[in-house]
């Protein structure tokens, strides 16, 4: 899924806020390092994310018949593959 600079940057102000507010979290750096270490694991699980989809999009259209994307057929072999993926790149 694509996500715009923006929200990406409001999803890590949220998280670092969260911790914030956390009794039984101490912050050892300041909140900006935080704030941007939490977006930078965000960037890349997001990364991550669209990399397994891909694969997982390009083993469905390697098959030899075509198989229309919505029908239950590809559901059952995105998620196949996806979970195949997931597992390959340890995630």
């Not at 806020?17 to 694991?41: G, K, M, V």
């Amino acid at each position: 899924m694509r996500v715009s600079r923006d929200k990406l940057n409001k999803m890590a102000h949220m998280v670092a806020d969260a911790l914030a507010e956390t009794p039984e979290c101490d912050f050892l750096e300041d909140r900006n390092t935080i704030r941007q270490e939490a977006r930078n694991a965000l960037e890349k699980l997001l990364t991550d994310e669209m990399k397994v989809d891909q694969a997982a999009r390009n083993k469905i259209a390697s098959q030899r018949k075509i198989i229309l994307e919505g029908s239950q057929e590809w559901d059952i072999l995105y998620r196949k593959y996806y979970n195949e993926e997931v597992k390959r790149l340890g995630l």
